[in-house]
């Protein structure tokens, strides 16, 4: 358990991203921020004592529907193989992009994304964007949304630590890295975004426990 939880560092740059072990020895508060095909969060103060606080119907589903759509392309893991061949700079238009680089007076970083597909609405910009290009933008805007989601949410309720979990992670180290430079950015340095070593068990371990709890399994054993 003491190595269950990991964050990253620098996860936009591949030659000095970092798999970090975040010490989870003092739990509470926590944010869990579930991403399936939508997006649920709650907010954990204690073992029974949990509340659901926020989503967005933006998740995973969104993602692959919308890659259907664009790409052509039929299954998650051929939706994420694209993406992670392409760049979402051809796709989105970005602050250096209509200020012709950093918007210091904003403190806004010049490769931040200013307008999600901004750049589609150019019919010459869309007869040279690749599939890969769509897919990878499809994933940015998806990501920064539920980053931005939760970095509010944690802001309102005061909560430190943020753990990103759902199936919409698997074989999804592209989205992690983007969770992670999301959190880290637009929260100064003040969040992380915590995943889990074991991340496909997470809900079977969850209903087990409620199960459990109830006494449900000793009558159904």
């Known amino acids: 358990m003491d190595r269950e939880c990991y964050y990253f560092l620098n996860p936009r740059n591949e030659d000095r991203c970092e798999k970090v072990t975040f010490d989870f020895s003092n739990p509470y508060p926590f944010l869990v921020v579930n991403i399936g095909s939508g997006v649920s969060i709650l907010a954990v103060d204690g073992p029974d004592n949990y509340r659901r606080v926020s989503g967005t119907s933006l998740g995973g589903g969104t993602f692959l529907g919308l890659c259907c759509l664009l790409t052509g392309c039929k299954t998650f893991e051929e939706a994420i193989e694209l993406a992670a061949k392409g760049t979402n700079e051809t796709v989105d238009k970005l602050v250096r992009d209509i200020y012709g680089g950093d918007y210091q007076r904003f403190g806004l970083s010049g490769n931040i994304v200013a307008s999600s597909f901004g750049h589609m609405n150019s019919e010459e910009k869309r007869a040279r964007v690749s599939r890969e290009d769509l897919a990878c933008a499809t994933l940015t805007t998806i990501t920064n ?69 109830t006494g449900e399994v000793g009558a159904s054993s």
């Open 145 to 213: 949304n539920i980053a931005s989601i939760a970095r509010m949410v944690a802001a309102n309720e005061k909560i430190e630590k943020v753990l990103f979990v759902g199936n919409f992670l698997r074989v999804n180290p592209i989205s992690m890295k983007l969770l992670s430079y999301a959190m880290d950015y637009w929260s100064g340095g003040q969040l992380k975004a915590i995943f889990l070593e074991h991340e496909g068990y997470f809900g079977a371990v969850g209903c087990m426990l409620e199960l459990m709890r």
